[in-house]
């Protein structure tokens, strides 16, 4: 296929003829998100090693009782969800001296479209919590925002998620030991990566989404204030620019071709933007092009060095004198991680996100393969080239462009019907100016992630 483009002509992105999102999102309940903080929270602590034979106290009644919610769930799946404990044996790790005996919780849902089931959507919340003596096994840790929030979300996607038939399959995750160095989450996605389990992975993770009390940033001059309201209707959104792990030779590619801001990570978070934007929901992502904060890690870096693409979902702006702290009285209250300081309508707002994206992200074709921009020759064009996905409901691609100063893409042109296995285009602008991609879409109009052109002279 080979059409030349004579002008830029950016279209505005439409929402989607499959309404399961809206259906999703509907679902979503802020009275149990707040519910599930509270019963986490109230088994005292989830330090990783903390007590595992209680019933009512300890890390052990938390991941029983997390497993026996997600059994809940799959009643409803008839049957295809699979809830299981994985453990292992953690090594001896600066916060485990002894090293541990650990246990992740599991929900698979396995993709109902056999084309696309090797591609796997995860959302990841860590269980267990530590105080404010991080080696402290037996003091109170209810660790209510930090991270019984996030393993909130986690359960409530799970269960307005659990009866759909997805294309692609999905994973709810809840990890173990993140405050003793991403341990659990490390553990699986080593695992995932050893396996090679899937074709393709992407992961959400949420960590701290309860408490949106702290405004986000400084207002400038003359303006007014940010307020509260202001930061409880959106959630940051963090990504990883460049890949940690990157070879040499991959260094040297996106330091050339200007690339710093294109990684899978960064292209995943443009596109949890764009379904906030296309189902038009109140509560949006704000884009942070960072990993993460300072002094601060998560459970998707763990999976960024597997060499997955994963984001990071947290609140505007953090407390941290409640924050790995000792429960303490304060003015005569109780003053800590607690669960009065979490929002159960905030926790709501980033499910709905949450299981917004998961179903365009497993609904929606695999992102076009071997996406490039040709330069073997000195010309004033662009010709991109890419190859067809995997899945027989592919109706067309878009083409993406972006200014190389600008955040994110805009739809250039609109390319229906699929029939070639490899497609090329030719757009009468200089592929020395802008930046360029390539996505997918399907009958529904479920779209892909954007693929980024990268140069090859092939």
């Not at 999703?24 to 034979?53: I, M, N, P, Q, Y």
């Not at 890390?59 to 008839?78: H, I, Q, Y």
């Not at 996607?157 to 990890?175: H, P, Y």
């Not at 899945?391 to 609109?414: C, F, H, K, S």
């Amino acid at each position: 296929m080979l059409i030349t483009l004579l002008a830029i002509s950016c279209t505005s992105i439409t929402g989607p003829d499959e309404p399961l999102a809206k259906d999703v999102t509907a679902l979503v309940d802020a009275d149990r998100c707040k519910a599930s903080v509270v019963k986490l929270a109230g088994f005292g602590s989830r330090h990783s090693l903390s007590e595992t034979d209680s019933e009512t106290r300890g890390t052990g009644a938390a991941r029983r009782w997390l497993k026996s919610e997600l059994e809940v769930f799959a009643k409803a799946s008839d049957g295809r969800l699979k809830v299981e404990f994985e453990e292992f044996d953690a090594p001896k790790l600066p916060r485990l001296p002894n090293g541990a005996r650990l246990v992740n919780v599991v929900a698979t849902l396995p993709g109902n479209m056999p084309e696309a089931s090797r591609r796997v959507v995860y959302v990841v919340g860590h269980y267990d919590s530590i105080n404010g003596t991080m080696g402290d096994p037996k003091g109170d840790a209810p660790g209510a925002n930090d991270d019984a929030s996030g393993t909130a979300v986690v359960l409530e996607c799970c269960r307005v998620l659990a009866g759909r038939k997805l294309d692609a399959t999905v994973v709810f995750l809840c990890t173990a030991a993140e405050e003793q160095g991403l341990v659990g989450a490390k553990y699986h996605a080593d695992t995932l990566a050893t396996k090679k389990l899937y074709d393709q992975v992407f992961v959400l993770n949420n960590d701290i989404v309860g408490d949106p009390s702290i405004p986000f940033g400084v207002p400038a001059p003359g303006s007014p204030p940010t307020t509260t309201t202001d930061s409880g209707a959106f959630v940051r959104l963090f990504s990883e620019g460049i890949p940690k792990n990157a070879s040499a030779e991959e260094l040297a590619r996106i330091r050339t071709q200007g690339a710093e801001s294109d990684s899978p990570s960064r292209q995943l978070a443009r596109f949890v933007a764009a379904v906030a934007q296309r189902e038009g929901m109140a509560f949006k992502p704000r884009m942070i092009f960072r990993q993460d904060r300072f002094l601060r890690g998560g459970d998707h870096s763990a999976f960024n060095d597997a060499g997955f693409a994963g984001v990071r979902f947290t609140v505007p702006g953090e407390d941290y004198s409640r924050q790995h702290a000792t429960v303490i009285d304060k003015e005569g209250k109780p003053y800590g991680d607690l669960p009065e300081f979490v929002s159960g309508e905030y926790i709501a707002g980033v499910a709905r996100l949450n299981a917004a994206s998961i179903v365009h992200l497993a609904n929606a074709p695999t992102p076009p393969a071997n996406t490039v921009m040709l330069t073997r020759a000195l010309t004033q064009t662009a010709t991109l080239r890419w190859d067809r996905p995997p899945e027989p409901d592919v109706a067309g691609y878009e083409i993406m462009i972006r200014e190389t100063t600008a955040p994110d893409w805009n739809i250039l042109q609109r390319i229906e019907g699929t029939a070639d296995k490899t497609s090329t285009i030719t757009l009468a602008l200089s592929k020395d100016n802008y930046f360029f991609g390539v996505r997918a879409f399907d009958k529904d109009g479920y779209r892909s992630p954007v693929s980024f052109c990268w140069a090859s002279k092939d």
